[in-house]
Each structure stands twice: as structure tokens, then as C-alpha cells.
């Protein structure tokens, strides 16, 4: 019996990728899934160093547990940098990211992971004698 991995059920919601001027669009993101009880995805956080402040502000101040939905998530995407506000860091949960290291260990999570892991990939095509030997 082949083992495939859980699915993660993810609320809908909206993704931004922060630069410039975007701030303000996602603190008005994050406000409206704090009422609704999606979830907002902030790519790139650390091209947006001077409006960090901000988005410290809004973990600090706004997204407090009596008044936001409990199925609330906030999503932070960013490469390191050493104008992130650690209290984000240290109230948050981290995942990393890393390559595996060597040619065949990197294929190996290439060919395991979505889609390719996913029956339902390859047998989801309606023409899918074409691609079958």
C-alpha cells in the first residue's frame, strides 16, 4: 500500500507580494481576514523594510485573540534580513525551506512531492490515453 502525505485543508484567502507601496493593501488584507477568518499570504517581507514597522504594529496591536477569528492564519514569506522584527519571529511559528544537498537527493524531493506524489495527477487528464504507453 503506497503512503501519500495528508492534505492541508487551506481557508481562502488572499496573497500579495509586499515592494513597494503594497503595505497599505496588505494591512487592509490582514484586517478584513481578521474579520472574516481567512488567511492572507505577505510574500517577499523583507523587500518591504520600511513598512516591517507596520506589520509590527498590526501582530502587536490589532491580531488579538478576542478580537480575531479563530481561523484566522498570517503567512510571512521572506529571505533573511536584519530589519524583520524579531517579536514577529518570536511569536510566530518558522518553517525553513532548504535545498537538499546533491543531484540525487534534489530529484528525489522533486519527484515526491505535489503534484508529482499525487495519483490523481496524472489520472485527472480526459485524454489520457495520449500519455500512456
Known amino acids: 500500500k503506497q503512503w501519500y502525505p495528508r492534505r ?3 481557508r481562502p484567502g ?3 507580494s ?3 507601496g503594497q503595505g497599505p493593501i496588505a494591512a487592509k488584507m490582514i484586517n478584513k481576514a481578521i474579520q ?3 488567511w492572507v499570504v505577505l510574500q517577499n517581507c523583507h523587500l518591504a523594510e520600511s513598512w ?3 506589520l509590527e504594529k498590526i501582530c502587536e496591536e490589532t ?3 478576542d478580537k480575531t477569528h479563530k481561523k484566522f492564519r498570517l503567512w510571512l514569506t521572506s529571505y533573511p534580513s536584519p530589519k524583520f522584527p524579531v517579536t514577529i519571529l518570536q511569536n510566530g511559528v518558522k518553517m525553513t525551506n532548504e535545498p ?3 543531484l540525487r537527493a534534489n530529484l528525489l524531493r522533486s519527484y515526491l ?3 508529482l506524489s499525487d495519483p490523481t495527477f496524472f489520472s485527472g487528464c480526459s485524454n489520457n490515453g495520449a500519455f500512456h504507453k
Open 36 to 38: 472574516r477568518g481567512t
Open 100 to 102: 537538499p544537498k546533491g
Open 18 to 20: 509586499l515592494g513597494q
Open 14 to 16: 488572499e496573497t500579495i
Open 113 to 115: 512531492n505535489d503534484p
Open 8 to 10: 492541508v485543508a487551506i
Open 63 to 65: 491580531i488579538v485573540p
Open 52 to 54: 516591517l514597522s507596520s
